[in-house]
């Protein structure tokens, strides 16, 4: 369905889940992907959460291939609550979700190919959130604003998006029962319905998008639910 051959994407995160269906889906539309990712890869690894990485990371991609046409923005950040998260810890989880995205977009800045874009993968946490969860929810909810800033600031030569994914399991089990059904198009999400929306955000056919961010969650941020609805009630 897409052709992306001769196109170079950076992928933040691809080593696994998610970043790793992404970086397979675009190398079988013919294009040619750099990872970077703290668990092994065959392009590079390191530590998003530190700046000279960051630097060399960047300056390998351009000494090897001379532009970007995609940037893709995945790796997760760390989860910690309130509870038992430290300063360290929030401080690490918003270098990774937050500032590397900003880092890398302004490294790449002057080396984006024509038609080039973003994509950052946000949650449908940016908007929702379980209990001890605020490292994760604040960097989800950091880069999904950033989205529209970077949108507007490189106006007119990279669109830039985001996705915010619901549950997605990334080892593909195939859930029954309350787990699925709770879910409005009736099963959970795998690695694919977000890939396949990255795609898309970077294809000629979403060129007149831009600043947005969408939800692909399966409809569960959609789905209303007060203690006596639909059999649901609250344990206190």
């Known amino acids: 369905m897409f052709d992306f051959k001769g196109k170079v994407v950076v992928v933040t995160g691809g080593a696994r889940g998610i970043g790793r269906c992404i970086r397979e889906k675009f190398e079988e539309a013919g294009a040619v992907v750099c990872v970077i990712d703290l668990q092994e890869n065959d392009y590079f690894v390191g530590d998003l959460a530190d700046r000279d990485t960051l630097e060399a990371f960047a300056a390998r991609v351009i000494a090897d291939h001379g532009h970007v046409d995609y ?40 080396h984006f190919a024509e038609g080039a874009s973003i994509v950052n993968i946000s949650s449908s946490r940016d908007r929702m959130s379980q209990p001890q969860t605020e490292s994760y929810t604040a960097a989800k909810g950091g880069i999904a604003a950033l989205t529209h800033a970077l949108a507007i600031s490189l106006s007119g030569r990279v669109r830039v998006n985001s996705i915010s994914p619901g549950w997605i399991d990334n080892s593909y089990t195939v859930y029954a029962g309350a787990d699925a059904a709770q879910q409005p198009v009736g099963r959970v999400g795998t690695p694919p319905d977000i890939a396949n929306m990255v795609m898309y955000l970077c294809s000629d056919m979403a060129g007149f998008i831009t600043g947005e961010n969408i939800c692909v969650d399966g409809g569960m941020t ?9 059999g649901w009630s609250l344990k206190e």
Do not use: W
């Open 222 to 230: 959609k789905q209303m639910i007060y203690h006596g609805d639909c």
């Open 71 to 110: 940037l893709i923005n995945n790796a997760a950040p760390l989860s910690r609550g309130i509870a038992d998260g430290s300063y360290e810890d929030f401080e690490y989880a918003l270098r990774v979700g937050v500032t590397a995205p900003f880092y890398l977009a302004k490294l790449f800045a002057p």
